[in-house]
């Protein structure tokens, strides 16, 4: 299903990972996520600090698990859960699949209103737009 790589073995105890896989807790969704229990930024992505950066924890997850991420790659959460930082979970994705995907799972848009053929209006560039909304507003 996912091209994800296997995990590399961790052949020296790294301190960042004991640091980051101490905060987690077992999600009681049916996908088994690992969430994370440190700070979560306002979109509900764990934040991680280490070598002297704040980082997605996520993606701190990602290179621990698989090293580095490709340049030009997202990490797409494939649980769709953004404080997940469990490794088999997340996918090195291109931006533009990363937002594809991110789009695909959103059935309603940012005022509640479900995304379906008579309520949405698609742009050419392929963004999309509620017509309840737009009507909403032009009032």
């Not at 494939?78 to 789009?103: M, S």
Request: aromatic share 8%.
């Amino acid at each position: 299903m996912r091209n994800t790589p296997t995990p590399r073995p961790s052949t020296t105890p790294n301190a960042d990972s004991t640091r980051l896989f101490s905060q987690i807790s077992l999600s009681e969704n049916d996908l088994g996520c690992w969430e994370f229990t440190g700070y979560l930024d306002p979109k509900g992505y764990g934040r991680f600090h280490c070598h002297g950066k704040c980082h997605g924890a996520h993606r701190v997850a990602y290179v621990l698990a698989y090293g580095d991420i490709p340049d030009g790659m997202a990490v797409d959460h494939a649980c769709n859960n953004r404080a997940c930082i469990r490794f088999e979970h997340l996918e090195a994705v291109t931006t533009a699949e990363n937002n594809r995907r991110a789009a695909q799972r959103r059935t309603h848009c940012k005022n509640g209103h479900e995304w379906n053929e008579s309520n949405t209006y698609w742009h050419k560039e392929g963004k999309r737009n509620c017509r309840r909304c737009n009507a909403e507003a032009v009032r």
